[in-house]
């Protein structure tokens, strides 16, 4: 039925609930079936048109009543009530009397006439749709196990059983509350607590099980659904408490487990309105701009409106890419997108596009991150990693730029890799640069970013599409994880913190075991771990078996944000750095590794180590 029509229909019924109910209490008052009187008329005009006010006031005509609870209940109680104060007013204006009796009488009849209304209303859906899920057979259902016998998962009983088009059966709850236990919920037994998924899951062939609990921590939601992966159901959960709360979502819009809600700690959130101050209607460049973490960056920062945002990179196709997302997502944004093509290693290119665009904040993406390919090209490391910082540097100290804020990695922590060992040289080149420029320089250190280019998990998804097995190189490896969004609110946040010469590091929890990571994967494709099985294929060059944030000489104890850290600034040996570079192209790969990791480390060189004379 059409919105005005549905309006239509229950004026038309209100009113005549309203205009029965003045005769039936005048006759159960009074006996008499005459209301053709002054005062009777009166107080049914007076009656009629309030009744209607109010519904419009509290949205009775609104609601939707196969949904109808004790909350519209009271809704329908106030309407009525104020409907009839109204009318005891307009009776002793133009009446001069007020009939406290039928006016009483009438109250009832309203309260149990129109609320009885809606709630017949919402028993005829209940049973309707009841008797036609019955009527179908029970194949066409997936038989589902709710877990959670709370308010959320009440609402999503109650919305699939009203569904007609559902495809999930709700058979039983599942609910740590003792009190509950052995209890119907709507028709639905509450069965156990969480340890007894697996056992109930088998005894009533369940195919399908949705966490309902949309309060949970990383912690309690790890507990649960490991439960969950040791049946064969498919594993859902509903959307989280904001999105409810907002309106975002319905409870019903649940979705897939994701890894990202497993990484066994809370996401840091951080204060991104305190970014408005210096981004809203500055002008921002981001080099790297077509990468996993550039490309989010340049999509937060639109959220806040520079006057200008310069996509700087490398790879054509990446930055044609972010330009054309960008100018769709905020097309009705004053924003005005940039796009330059350029290699970090030509300095003179690098000045003359920050000299043209004279960024106010710039935001340094660009690197090469990954550790076995660095490993066997240190020269490319250098290039990119150590040159093409200084340049960005350079550039940015002479354009006048006021914040310089430089992406970095914990594996510059103590570095065993020449990936790591580069990025802890350029975190050197920037706190050397803030000591000499106006610029204020500063580095964001954090763990591995989930879901980019080259990471872990897309790396297993392709491998059990392939049917397995997924590899692994050490069952002991563990490492610190965080989300593509989180990680570029970090470097964001960083730059409304920057002083001048600062490592910020995010206190990132408690690390992963890469094989946990691998099982989860694995069991949320839906497959078992020994349908795909894991194989271990040793550590390759440069990696270590866990990762840290600050080195023992770095960490301060205070916070300068909630969870975010500030590494205490390190004496930098620039001269090093300086020779490194001169000298790079005309080491041996061996030399150059050594070379770095000694540099980074802090390591004096080995006498007679090199042979090269400049």
Excluded at 47 to 76: D, M, P, Q, T
Excluded at 373 to 401: H, S, Y
Excluded at 533 to 562: A, S
Excluded at 563 to 578: L, Q, T
Aim: neutral net charge; hydrophobic residues 45%; aromatic residues 8%.
């Amino acid at each position: 039925m059409a919105y005005r029509q549905r309006l239509l229909f229950l004026i038309v019924v209100d009113s005549l609930i309203v205009l029965s109910a003045v005769f039936f209490g005048l006759f159960l008052i009074s006996a008499s079936l005459n209301v053709f009187i002054y005062p009777t008329v009166v107080s049914s005009i007076a009656l009629l048109l309030s009744h209607h006010f109010y519904a419009f006031v509290y949205k009775l005509y609104n609601k939707v009543w196969e949904y109808a609870s004790v909350g519209e209940l009271i809704i329908i109680a106030k309407s009525i009530t104020f409907s009839i104060v109204t009318t005891a007013i307009i009776q002793e204006l133009l009446v001069h009397d007020v009939h406290y009796r039928l006016l009483l009488v009438t109250w009832m009849l309203h309260i149990m006439f129109i609320g009885g209304s809606r709630f017949c209303w919402r028993i005829f859906r209940s049973t309707y749709f009841k008797q036609e899920s019955e009527s179908k057979p029970e194949a066409h259902f997936k038989r589902t196990l709710i877990v959670g016998a709370g308010a959320a998962g009440t609402m999503l009983v109650r919305q699939l059983l009203a569904r007609s088009d559902k495809e999930l059966l709700p058979i039983a709850f599942i609910d740590d509350n003792d009190k509950k236990h052995n209890l119907d919920i709507l028709g639905i037994p509450v069965i156990g607590g969480v340890q007894c998924i697996e056992e109930k899951a088998k005894q009533l062939n369940i195919d399908n099980i949705v966490i309902a609990i949309p309060s949970l921590n990383r912690t309690q939601l790890m507990t649960i659904y490991d439960e969950c992966a040791k049946t064969t159901a498919k594993t859902q959960i509903i959307p989280k408490l904001e999105d409810i709360a907002t309106g975002k979502v319905s409870v019903s819009q649940f979705r897939d487990v994701q890894v990202e809600d497993l990484l066994g700690r809370e996401t840091v959130e951080l204060d991104i309105d305190s970014i408005s101050e210096y981004v809203t209607g500055k002008v921002v460049l981001v080099t790297g701009a077509g990468g996993s973490i550039g490309s989010e960056v340049c999509r937060q920062l639109s959220k806040f409106k520079p006057r200008k945002l310069v996509l700087l990179g490398h790879g054509e196709n990446s930055i044609y890419t972010i330009e054309i997302e960008l100018k769709v997502l905020f097309k009705d944004s004053p924003i005005q997108f940039y796009t330059e093509i350029a290699d970090l290693q030509d300095g003179e290119k690098i000045l003359a596009v920050m000299k043209e665009h004279q960024p106010d904040v710039v935001y340094h993406a660009a690197a090469h991150k990954h550790v076995p390919l660095m490993q066997r090209n240190p020269e490319e490391a250098v290039k990119n990693n150590i040159i093409g910082t200084l340049n960005a540097a350079n550039a940015a100290d002479k354009a006048g730029v006021k914040t310089f804020v430089m992406v970095s990695t914990d594996k510059a922590v103590n570095p065993t890799s020449v990936m790591g060992s580069t990025k802890r040289i350029a975190e050197m080149i920037i706190q050397h640069m803030d000591g000499r420029s106006q610029t204020k320089f500063v580095a964001v250190r954090f763990g591995n970013v989930l879901g980019s280019r080259g990471s872990v998990i897309p790396l297993f998804r392709k491998q059990i599409e392939k049917g397995g097995p997924v590899t692994v190189t050490h069952p002991d490896m563990v490492r610190y994880f965080m989300t593509i969004p989180e990680a570029s609110r970090l470097v964001i946040q960083a730059g409304s913190l920057a002083r001048g010469g600062e490592v910020f590091v995010l206190d990132m929890g408690e690390p992963v075991k890469i094989v946990d990571l691998a099982k989860n994967v694995i069991r949320m494709s839906g497959y078992s771990v020994e349908e795909i099985g894991i194989v271990f294929t040793g550590m390759r060059p440069g990696e270590k078996l866990y990762e840290e944030l600050l080195r023992d000489t770095e960490i301060d104890e205070v916070q300068v944000y909630p969870k975010i850290y500030i590494g205490k600034s390190a004496e930098v040996d620039f001269p090093r750095i300086e020779r490194l570079l001169q000298i790079y192209h005309l080491l041996s790969i061996q030399e150059l590794r050594d070379m770095l990791l000694d540099l980074a480390n802090n390591r004096e060189e080995a006498p007679n180590s090199l042979t090269i004379t400049v």
